[in-house]
């Protein structure tokens, strides 16, 4: 158990490429996220939401502001802006379009903090996990959706695809909700037809029907019934890993979740 727990925070590490920065800053820094980013999420609110997938793209490339506070132990926010837009996966009628704002917060010793509003704050939330290569939170709609997002850097999306069909068995950590501390455990069984992504969730809660959608770099998956999940694939050490944020099974619960790919189903 100790080695499952070990292989998975690693994943979740590796997936989104995260680097603690050191424990001082120089004058100027550099801004993340001042780049293209490729966007997926969820609606993890409604079992009869037949397409709850969302993609898209953001361009926070013009920076508003930037300080630096303290002395030996410097925190530097940063304020960027620009384009946003997404639609439901084959639904372009769905499309939304608007500004986006991120204000990223970065800390010595830790990764880096980023709140979003995106579409003219019709979507706003906060990341779990942040790195070179993306970020990963929950949100909340202004129409009362909620749910797991990602957003990838172009350097993220240009590595291999990967296949989703496989075992995986996962850790979870709620951050937040009345379920907060608590480690839920599992299995997804997934399978993939082009990018159809269907299969079973299976952890101490139940069983559940799997629906989703991958790219072979964002998968968004539902677990109907219980809450939504979206996963980014990586590779530690030879090993298929796969990680994200997930809300769920309750109203307000959220957190980070990762497995090891343990078989290839097809």
Known sequence: MRAFLRATVVALVAVFGVTLPASSASAAVAAPFAEHLTVGFVFGDDAHDTNPF????????????????GIFFKTTTTVLTGQARAARVNMPETERTGQVRLTVVQKPFVAPEVKYS???????????QAGAKGFSGTFTTTDGHSGP????????????????AAEYPFIGAVLTGPHRGFLPVGDFHINQIGTYVGGNFIS????????GDTDGHLVLMHMVGYGAVVGVPGVVMGARVLGGTFTGPSAGDGGTWASVRTFHIF
């Open 54 to 69: 969302w993609r898209g793209e953001l361009t926070p490339t013009t920076v508003v502001s930037q300080t630096t506070t």
């Open 118 to 128: 995106a579409f003219d704050g019709w979507l706003t939330g906060s990341s779990w």
């Open 149 to 164: 997002i990602a957003a990838l850097t172009d350097a993220k999306m240009a590595e291999p695809a990967q296949t989703t």
């Open 204 to 211: 101490t809660g139940g069983f559940h029907t799997v629906i």
